[in-house]
């Protein structure tokens, strides 16, 4: 109930865009879906845009067009999500899309990103990633990766393009073939 009074809230100046933030933490799925359903609905009625904020992937796979991922408060990849769902860039999305659960892929355990995030106060300095990033070299120590990429698809990480593809393929093989 609280979630669809703070919805009638938001909508009631008439907003050009309504910033929902975690609109579905500590529901059941049923009342979950119900609130995707009435922001679906009220996006398309009323001829708004809608950015979501959520830790839960599920959600964001089911209802996003474009998906952006952040680490230590700053965006480290953006893209459509297929494109962030199926060929991730970033370290950081490798390791959250390696710790969700799948249905059609049985583990003994789902494999935790190592180390702790930052702190917001202190950031690392260079890529906030790399104190926890398996695959960081000499200049993720010092220097913040800016966003780049081909075309609309973009990733904060000094990883060479061709390396970032060949590692999540060799990632997602070694994830499938332990659980087979």
């Given at each position: 109930?609280?979630?669809?009074?703070?919805?009638?809230?938001?909508?009631?100046?008439?907003?050009?865009?309504?910033?929902?933030?975690?609109?579905?933490?500590?529901?059941?799925?049923?009342?979950?879906?119900q609130i995707l359903e009435l922001i679906a609905e009220?996006?398309?009625?009323?001829?708004?845009?809608?950015?979501?904020?959520?830790?839960?992937?599920?959600?964001?796979?089911?209802?996003?067009?474009?998906?952006?991922?952040?680490?230590?408060?700053?965006?480290?990849?953006?893209?459509?999500?297929?494109?962030?769902?199926?060929?991730?860039?970033?370290?950081?999305?490798?390791?959250?899309?390696?710790?969700?659960?799948?249905?059609?892929?049985?583990?003994?355990?789902?494999?935790?990103?190592?180390?702790?995030?930052?702190?917001?106060?202190?950031?690392?300095?260079?890529?906030?990633?790399?104190?926890?990033?398996?695959?960081?070299?000499?200049?993720?120590?010092?220097?913040?990766?800016?966003?780049?990429?081909?075309?609309?698809?973009?990733?904060?990480?000094?990883?060479?393009?061709?390396?970032?593809?060949?590692?999540?393929?060799?990632?997602?093989?070694?994830?499938?073939?332990?659980?087979?």
């Amino acid at each position: 109930m609280r979630q669809r009074a703070m919805i009638a809230m938001g909508m009631v100046l008439e907003p050009d865009l309504l910033i929902a933030d975690e609109p579905t933490t500590a529901l059941d799925v049923t009342v979950q879906a119900q609130i995707l359903e009435l922001i679906a609905e009220l996006k398309e009625r009323l001829h708004i845009g809608v950015v979501l904020v959520s830790h839960n992937l599920g959600v964001i796979a089911d209802v996003a067009q474009r998906v952006m991922i952040m680490y230590g408060g700053r965006p480290v990849e953006i893209g459509a999500r297929d494109e962030i769902f199926g060929e991730p860039r970033h370290p950081y999305s490798w390791g959250l899309l390696e710790s969700i659960p799948r249905p059609d892929v049985r583990v003994e355990r789902l494999q935790p990103i190592e180390g702790s995030p930052p702190s917001l106060i202190n950031i690392p300095p260079g890529c906030a990633f790399h104190p926890r990033c398996p695959h960081r070299f000499a200049p993720c120590d010092n220097e913040r990766p800016e966003l780049s990429g081909d075309g609309p698809h973009l990733d904060a990480c000094h990883l060479p393009a061709a390396e970032k593809v060949r590692l999540w393929a060799e990632r997602r093989r070694l994830f499938e073939d332990a659980a087979a």
